[in-house]
């Protein structure tokens, strides 16, 4: 059966489940990290150059980066590498926006985590449940004898794997899971070679 486009990655996340792989044929996964000023409006900004392209945003992180003043904006969409060069060029000439790059997994560190709400009396009824907990690394957080809270840092894969094999067994109850946080593989930052061009070129 052929994928609905429209519902692409309504799932969780395409690479793993593989029934969305039509959706994205021709298209890799890019990751954007984005450096702005840290003024309101920005995020809007930054969206709207990926809605005018018609770009789905699949995961999207903002937090404060070691730079004091600055934020950094973790983006992940599925698109060709002309449109990801194409989307942060644009990205770049909104007046804020210090920088922005795009990478693909092979050039960075990636975390996600997740939580997962399961049945305390399901899975005390269920052995299966503690060994596939287990089985991926995750740890059991909070217990009461109404629900327990599962923790999960990893890839997106296998966080998805550890949710799919608990769904199956039918004790969970919530699951939430993060945007992508990632760091490059350079030994420098770019951000902060910027920065200090940019002091000298006003000094």
Do not use: W
Request: hydrophobic fraction near 35%; charge should be neutral; include cysteine.
């Amino acid at each position: 059966m052929d994928c609905d486009k429209s519902k692409a990655g309504q799932c969780g996340d395409c690479e793993s489940c593989g029934r969305c792989e039509k959706a994205h044929e021709g298209e890799t996964l890019y990751t954007m990290l984005i450096y702005s000023e840290n003024f309101a409006g920005i995020l809007n900004q930054i969206t709207a150059v990926f809605t005018r392209r018609q770009v789905n945003i699949e995961s999207l992180n903002v937090c404060a980066s070691s730079t004091p003043g600055v934020h950094k904006y973790t983006i992940t969409c599925y698109c060709t590498e002309e449109m990801a060069k194409m989307l942060t060029k644009q990205i770049e000439k909104k007046i804020d926006v210090l920088q922005a790059h795009y990478f693909t997994d092979a050039d960075i560190f990636i975390l996600e985590a997740c939580l997962i709400k399961v049945s305390t009396p399901l899975i005390l009824d269920n052995k299966d449940v503690s060994r596939i907990v287990r089985m991926h690394g995750a740890r059991i957080v909070e217990v009461n004898p109404t629900y327990s809270i599962i923790e999960k840092k990893g890839m997106t894969v296998d966080i998805l794997s550890l949710f799919q094999q608990l769904n199956d067994l039918g004790v969970v109850l919530q699951f939430v899971r993060s945007g992508r946080i990632a760091v490059t593989k350079s030994t420098t930052e770019r951000l902060d070679k910027y920065l200090e061009e940019r002091l000298r070129e006003k000094c």
